[in-house]
């Protein structure tokens, strides 16, 4: 038994899970009801990425999900020098990790604009002035089209991930 490759399915999978699961969670259903909800929403929100471990679990997640990946698909094609590249399962993961690292940039950048739209919230005082909603409405434009990125494009990473051992071309 490989227990290297054993090791870092597991550490792919499981990471894996968390990271797309974690991400359609705060995408779908959590983001959407801190909107909707307005202080109470910006006190949970607060809470959770100041208070909790949820960042440092997420970014911990995704990091390794990833060098899991790319090692194991080293590992399946001699370091990258294989035919097993061209196989349905070669091509497969390759396109499944095409797309993770598409969603992983977007979740990067998804956490970068919730991180400041945090700060700004902290220092708004009542009424925002009028630069205040510029930025914040220049980062909720950003949002629009980034967090469906993210949210698409780990979905179609798990699907590949899911299938690519099954793919015959």
């Known amino acids: 038994m490989d227990y290297l490759t ?9 990471g894996g899970i968390f990271w797309v699961g974690s991400a359609l969670l705060m995408n779908v259903f959590i ?35 990833v060098i899991a990946g790319f090692w194991l698909y080293g590992i399946d094609s001699n370091w990258f020098q294989s035919p097993w590249m061209s196989s349905g399962a ?16 977007a979740g990067i950048k998804n956490g970068a604009n ?12 009542g009424k925002p002035t009028t630069e205040q909603m510029a930025v914040l409405s220049a980062i909720q434009e950003q949002q629009a089209w980034i967090v469906p990125v993210n ?13 690519a051992r099954y793919l015959v071309f």
Do not use: C, W
């Open 151 to 163: 949210s698409y494009t780990l979905l179609v990473a798990a699907f590949f991930m899911a299938i």
């Open 90 to 105: 070669g091509v497969g993961y390759g396109i499944g990790a095409a797309f993770g690292i598409v969603g992983m940039v």
């Open 114 to 125: 919730n991180r400041k739209m945090a700060e700004l919230g902290s220092k708004i005082q």
């Open 31 to 65: 983001a959407p009801t801190l909107r909707a909800t307005g202080d109470s929403g910006k006190q949970f929100a607060s809470h959770l990425m100041t208070r909790t471990r949820f960042t440092n679990a997420m970014t911990i997640s995704v990091y390794a999900t």
């Open 6 to 14: 054993l090791t870092l399915r597991l550490i792919h999978i499981v």
